[in-house]
C-alpha cells in the first residue's frame, strides 16, 4: 500500500487498538461535553492521530479480520458523523482530510461470477484505499476499493460513488464519480455533458 508521508509500519494501528477504538468511536455520548473530550484523547492515542476529530456513530469496521488490513490516520483528520471506514483491506487516510457525515470507505467486495455458489462462499476482493492529504470527501460520498487512491487535495461531492481512482486536486461528482474540474488556480472545468 502506498503511503503519503512515508509513514512506517508502527504507525499503523493493531487489531486491539482498532477493536477498543471501534467501541469509542461507536459511542453515543458525543454529545456530553466532559465525555466528548475523554473520548476524543482517548480515540486519537489509540488511532496514533493527533488532532483526530471524531462525530458520533462512527464505524471503524473490519468485516473480515481474517484479510489483516491496518488502518493508519494522519494529523488532523475530521470523520464525520455517521462515518464507515472498512479496513478489511487496508486503509490510510492522510493529514487535514475531511470525510463529511456519512462517508463510506469499502475496501473489499466479494466475488460473484460463479452463479453455481452463493456469493458468500466466493472469494473476496481485498484492495487497499489511500485517500491523500487534503482530501474533502461530502456528505455520503462512498468510494470503493476498485477506486485505489484519491489524490492530494481532491474534492468529492457529496452522495458520490467512487469507483476509480481520483487525480491530485480534481473535483469529482456523480455516480459513478467523474473530474468535472480542478482546484487551484489554474483551475477549469470539464464540459458537461448535460443536454
Given at each position: 500500500?502506498?503511503?503519503?508521508?512515508?509513514?512506517?509500519?508502527?504507525?499503523?494501528?493493531?487489531?486491539?487498538?482498532?477493536?477498543?477504538?471501534?467501541?469509542?468511536?461507536?459511542?453515543?455520548?458525543?454529545?456530553?461535553?466532559?465525555?466528548?473530550?475523554?473520548?476524543?484523547?482517548?480515540?486519537?492515542?489509540?488511532?496514533?492521530?493527533?488532532?483526530?476529530?471524531v462525530g458520533s456513530g462512527v464505524r471503524l469496521d473490519c468485516s473480515h479480520p481474517?484479510?489483516?488490513?491496518?488502518?493508519?490516520?494522519?494529523?488532523?483528520?475530521?470523520?464525520?458523523?455517521g462515518t464507515v471506514l472498512d479496513v478489511s483491506g487496508g486503509l490510510v487516510i492522510a493529514d487535514e482530510t475531511t470525510l463529511s457525515?456519512?462517508?463510506?470507505?469499502?475496501?473489499?467486495?466479494?466475488?460473484?461470477?460463479?452463479?453455481?455458489?452463493?456469493?458468500?462462499?466466493?472469494?473476496?476482493?481485498?484492495?487497499?484505499?489511500?485517500?491523500?492529504?487534503?482530501?474533502?470527501?461530502?456528505?455520503?460520498?462512498?468510494?470503493?476499493?476498485?477506486?485505489?487512491?484519491?489524490?492530494?487535495?481532491?474534492?468529492?461531492?457529496?452522495?458520490?460513488?467512487?469507483?476509480?481512482?481520483?487525480?491530485?486536486?480534481?473535483?469529482?461528482?456523480?455516480?459513478?464519480?467523474?473530474?468535472?474540474?480542478?482546484?487551484?488556480?489554474?483551475?477549469?472545468?470539464?464540459?458537461?455533458?448535460?443536454?
Amino acid at each position: 500500500m502506498t503511503d503519503p508521508g512515508g509513514w512506517t509500519g508502527e504507525e499503523a494501528v493493531g487489531r486491539r487498538e482498532l477493536q477498543v477504538a471501534r467501541l469509542l468511536a461507536l459511542q453515543a455520548s458525543n454529545d456530553i461535553p466532559g465525555v466528548r473530550t475523554l473520548r476524543a484523547r482517548w480515540l486519537c492515542s489509540l488511532l496514533r492521530a493527533p488532532g483526530l476529530k471524531v462525530g458520533s456513530g462512527v464505524r471503524l469496521d473490519c468485516s473480515h479480520p481474517q484479510l489483516l488490513g491496518r488502518l493508519r490516520l494522519g494529523r488532523d483528520v475530521e470523520l464525520g458523523a455517521g462515518t464507515v471506514l472498512d479496513v478489511s483491506g487496508g486503509l490510510v487516510i492522510a493529514d487535514e482530510t475531511t470525510l463529511s457525515e456519512g462517508v463510506m470507505i469499502l475496501t473489499h467486495e466479494h466475488a460473484i461470477s460463479d452463479r453455481s455458489r452463493h456469493w458468500r462462499m466466493q472469494s473476496i476482493d481485498a484492495r487497499p484505499v489511500v485517500i491523500g492529504r487534503g482530501v474533502w470527501l461530502g456528505a455520503r460520498a462512498i468510494v470503493l476499493g476498485s477506486a485505489r487512491t484519491v489524490g492530494e487535495g481532491a474534492v468529492v461531492g457529496a452522495g458520490s460513488i467512487v469507483t476509480r481512482e481520483i487525480p491530485p486536486f480534481a473535483v469529482a461528482v456523480g455516480n459513478p464519480a467523474r473530474v468535472v474540474g480542478w482546484r487551484g488556480r489554474d483551475a477549469r472545468v470539464a464540459p458537461s455533458n448535460a443536454n
